[in-house]
């Protein structure tokens, strides 16, 4: 079991919830009401935080699983996780500012993934080949 990667998951989790409370709490602050998904520019960036980061965990979370299992490596595997939540943390906090400070936290999160995603992809096809399949 990849007990560090489970939690990771479920830390993403807790969070992408945390995101969707503030788009809830955003809309009563800034009276939008649902199903708008726009108003005020500051209850929309909230918003773009909370779908932005829904966007990438569909891509993030099979690239952690797949990177653990492939590599067998749960510590390594958690700690890039660790780094994407880090990233999406600093998305989100320097979103809520203004729009344009949310490059470094959006680039942290990008390079985690990458870092999953192909890490992941290069060590199966590496295990395919050496597998002959």
Do not use: C
């Not at 989790?13 to 009276?31: C, D, E, N, P, S």
């Not at 909230?46 to 653990?68: D, G, M, Q, S, Y």
């Amino acid at each position: 079991m990849h007990s560090l990667v489970a939690i990771v998951t479920l830390l993403a989790l807790l969070l992408y919830f945390f995101m969707g409370l503030r788009v809830g709490q955003a809309r009563g602050l800034y009276k939008v009401e649902a199903p708008a998904t726009s108003g005020h520019p500051d209850f929309e960036r909230v918003f773009r935080v909370h779908a932005n980061t829904l966007e990438w965990l569909p891509i993030f979370l099979p690239a952690l699983w797949l990177f653990a299992i492939a590599w067998n490596n749960d510590l390594v595997a958690a700690g890039v996780g660790v780094v994407w939540i880090v990233g999406r943390v600093l998305y989100m906090t320097g979103y809520s500012k203004a729009a344009a400070s949310r490059s470094t936290g959006f680039g942290i999160q990008a390079l985690a993934t990458g870092v999953l995603l192909f890490g992941a992809l290069g060590k199966i096809i590496w295990m395919a080949v050496q597998n002959g399949i």
